[in-house]
């Protein structure tokens, strides 16, 4: 199986960037983490982070054509905003689970809307980095 990891802007911050919510764990950390796992399950794991709407939209699309089979999104602050980057996974089609670090709903009014979570399988928040490793569990429990 092949499951895409997609991270939204900002979280290449992650550690450094308001530790009391989001954590110490830098991505680089959290993506660790989830190599782990993906090879005690023999599952292909890709991850890709961008600042930039565009180049998700792009990444999402290819998606389409190398096989992907499910897709971990935390959009960041795009949660809140894009369009287009929700046309973009209904595009493709390929089920996928929104997460997010802090629990955006018991944060500022503007954090309580998606784009995405009527499309999602499921969605976690304020969980922390552990959220990753739940949300690819289910994952991989999806694609079984
Ligand atoms: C976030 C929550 C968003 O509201 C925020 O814009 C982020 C990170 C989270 O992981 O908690 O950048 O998606």
Same mark, same amino acid.
């Given at each position: 199986?092949?499951?895409?990891?997609?991270?939204?802007?900002?979280?290449?911050?992650?550690? !450094?960037?308001?530790?009391?919510?989001?954590? !110490?764990?830098?991505?680089?950390?959290?993506? @660790?983490?989830?190599?782990?796992?993906?090879?005690?399950?023999?599952? !292909?794991?890709?991850?890709?982070?961008?600042?930039? @709407? $565009?180049?998700?939209?792009?990444?999402?699309?290819?998606?389409?054509?190398?096989?992907?089979?499910?897709?971990?999104?935390?959009?960041?602050?795009?949660?809140?905003?894009?369009?287009?980057? !929700?046309?973009?996974?209904?595009?493709?089609?390929?089920?996928?689970? @929104?997460? $997010?670090?802090?629990?955006?709903?018991?944060?500022?009014?503007?954090?309580? $809307?998606?784009?995405?979570?009527?499309?999602?399988?499921?969605?976690?928040?304020?969980?922390?980095?552990?959220?990753?490793?739940?949300?690819?569990?289910?994952?991989?429990? $999806?694609? @079984?």
């Amino acid at each position: 199986a092949s499951i895409l990891v997609l991270n939204g802007p900002n979280l290449n911050m992650l550690g !450094r960037r308001e530790p009391h919510i989001y954590g !110490r764990q830098t991505l680089a950390d959290i993506i @660790e983490e989830l190599e782990t796992i993906a090879d005690d399950f023999a599952v !292909r794991l890709w991850h890709f982070q961008s600042n930039a @709407e $565009h180049a998700l939209i792009e990444r999402i699309h290819q998606a389409m054509d190398d096989g992907t089979e499910f897709i971990i999104i935390n959009p960041a602050a795009f949660t809140h905003t894009s369009v287009a980057i !929700r046309d973009a996974l209904a595009a493709v089609n390929i089920p996928f689970i @929104e997460i $997010h670090l802090s629990n955006v709903h018991k944060r500022e009014s503007f954090r309580q $809307h998606s784009y995405f979570s009527d499309l999602a399988v499921g969605v976690i928040a304020g969980l922390g980095a552990d959220g990753y490793r739940f949300a690819l569990e289910a994952a991989i429990k $999806h694609l @079984e």
